[in-house]
């Protein structure tokens, strides 16, 4: 994986950081001052985020070191890791959120937000987007599990945000205009926020776990290793593909046939073009490893012993 590429996740995950810290603060002000539950618990969601980012930024650290005696197959598995920790890090602060409205709703504790809300709401929602976009874009790129789920990490406080927005401008009117079913708004918007934030921890849990016990690729993608395996000269046929996920990267393991006549130094050149293949060819594929099986005609063989045992019961 090229270094600069590396370099640019660590920078933007690091700017991520940074930026997560400065929100949480603005927003826990802007709804303490601006009066606003649901902007209070946004507060909580980006101080999650903080976290997660912390943990996203030193993973990228650790699954680009090179393997080693201890970890021969690399560091890879660092990245599904860190992409539970963000997982589980969202459904604390739906679980935050949902508390906080709840008591405040218990209590009839909802007093009308003030425009400094608002302000924090729209603010978050440009600056939120802004790092999903590029974050998800070089996430990727470097094809990096715990940059894409950081990534929706933004996405979901962006969301959160939307809903906050919807929330203080809703009891705001009410207000204005004496409806009192309006300020519930507040409430409710983060109520919804919650849920949105559920949905897309369970998403990156479910994902992280699967790469964790090496699920196997997708179909698309082992058809794809079958038919670029297939050009190479020599392949007759194709046994089997296994493949799974380390971090950033993709290994493979693939049994082909070929002629049984064939040397050994003519089965490892063979070998050698189907890892070179594979590795120019698809996205992120690291190591290969090539299984090389004599061509037989099965079929022909079964009739022939069954023409050996039904003489042989004849005589």
Same mark, same amino acid.
């Given at each position: 994986?090229? *270094? ?32 606003? *539950? ?10 999650? +985020? ?83 976009? @590029? ?78 016990? +090496? ?10 290793? *079958? ?10 046929? @194709? ?43 698809? +996205? ?16 022909? *063989? ?14």
């Amino acid at each position: 994986m090229k *270094k600069h590429l590396y370099h640019r996740g660590e920078t933007i995950t690091f700017f991520c950081l940074l930026g997560n810290l400065a929100l949480s603060l603005l927003k826990g002000l802007a709804g303490y001052f601006g009066s606003s *539950k649901a902007m209070i618990a946004d507060a909580f969601h980006s101080g999650s +985020d903080t976290f997660a980012t912390l943990v996203v930024y030193i993973s990228l650290k650790i699954s680009r070191k090179p393997a080693d005696e201890c970890h021969p197959y690399g560091h890879g598995k660092v990245e599904p890791l860190a992409a539970i920790f963000v997982g589980l890090t969202l459904l604390a602060a739906a679980a935050l959120i949902g508390r906080d409205i709840i008591i405040s709703v218990l209590e009839n504790q909802i007093p009308t937000p003030s425009l400094i809300a608002l302000a924090a709401a729209v603010g978050s929602i440009i600056v939120k987007e802004v790092m999903f976009r @590029i974050t998800y874009r070089t996430g990727s790129e470097l094809n990096s599990e715990a940059m894409i789920a950081n990534a929706w990490d933004h996405r979901s406080d962006a969301y959160s945000s939307i809903g906050v927005l919807i929330g203080i401008a809703g009891s705001m009117a009410g207000a204005y205009y004496g409806i009192a079913w309006l300020r519930f708004l507040d409430p409710l918007a983060g109520t919804v926020v919650a849920i949105l934030i559920i949905k897309i921890a369970v998403m990156i849990l479910i994902k992280a776990v699967g790469n964790l016990m +090496d699920a196997s690729l997708s179909e698309e993608t082992i058809e794809h290793v *079958k038919s670029l395996a297939h050009r190479v000269p020599g392949v007759i046929d @194709i046994s089997w593909v296994r493949g799974r996920v380390v971090g950033p990267e993709v290994q493979i393991d693939i049994a082909v046939q070929v002629d049984a006549t064939k040397t050994v130094q003519e089965g490892h050149d063979i070998a050698d073009m189907i890892k070179e293949t594979l590795q120019h060819n698809s +996205d992120h594929v690291s190591e290969v490893l090539v299984h090389i099986n004599p061509h037989d005609n099965l079929h022909l *063989k079964n009739e022939q012993l069954s023409t050996i045992r039904g003489n042989y019961l004849t005589d």
